[in-house]
C-alpha cells in the first residue's frame, strides 16, 4: 500500500519561493506516476505536475509552466516540487498522489493514492 507525506508548504510573499517534498513507500507495480495536484477553497482539483518513475518523464499545467519544477531522488524515494515566482493564485492545499499514469489538468473525481496535503499561501 503506498504511503505519501507531503512537507514543505508554508506562507510566503507573492514572487517568494517554495520547495515541496514528497516522501513516499509501498508502491506497487501500477504506481508509475508520481503527482502533485492543488486544490483552493471552492475549486476543483488540478493535476499541476507530474513525473514518471520509468523513465523520469515530466509534465506541467500551463499554469505553473515555466515557475515549477518537478524532480526525484530515487534513492530517497521521493518527488520534489520547486516553486518560484509564487501567485498568490497559487494559494491551495498540495497533494502528492501515485497513480498509474500522469494527469494533469483539472479533475472531478477520485484519482490515484493521495497524501494528507500541504498547505501553502502565497500573500499579495
Known amino acids: 500500500e503506498v504511503q505519501l507525506v507531503e512537507s514543505g508548504g508554508g506562507l510566503v510573499q507573492a514572487g517568494g519561493s517554495l520547495r515541496l517534498s514528497c516522501a513516499a513507500s509501498?508502491?506497487?507495480?501500477?504506481?508509475?506516476?508520481i503527482g502533485w495536484f492543488r486544490q483552493a477553497p471552492g475549486k476543483e482539483r488540478e493535476g499541476v505536475s507530474c513525473i514518471r518513475r520509468t523513465d523520469s518523464n515530466t509534465y506541467y499545467a500551463d499554469s505553473v509552466k515555466g515557475r515549477f519544477t518537478i524532480s526525484s531522488d530515487n534513492a530517497k524515494n521521493t518527488v520534489y516540487l520547486q516553486m518560484n515566482s509564487l501567485k498568490p493564485e497559487d494559494t491551495a492545499v498540495y497533494y502528492c498522489?501515485?497513480?498509474?499514469?500522469?494527469?494533469?489538468?483539472?479533475?472531478?473525481?477520485?484519482?490515484?493514492?493521495w497524501g494528507q496535503g500541504t498547505q501553502v499561501t502565497v500573500s499579495s
Open positions: 509501498g508502491f506497487t507495480f501500477d504506481d508509475d506516476a
Open positions: 498522489v501515485a497513480s498509474p499514469f500522469c494527469v494533469i489538468g483539472p479533475i472531478t473525481g477520485d484519482f490515484g493514492s
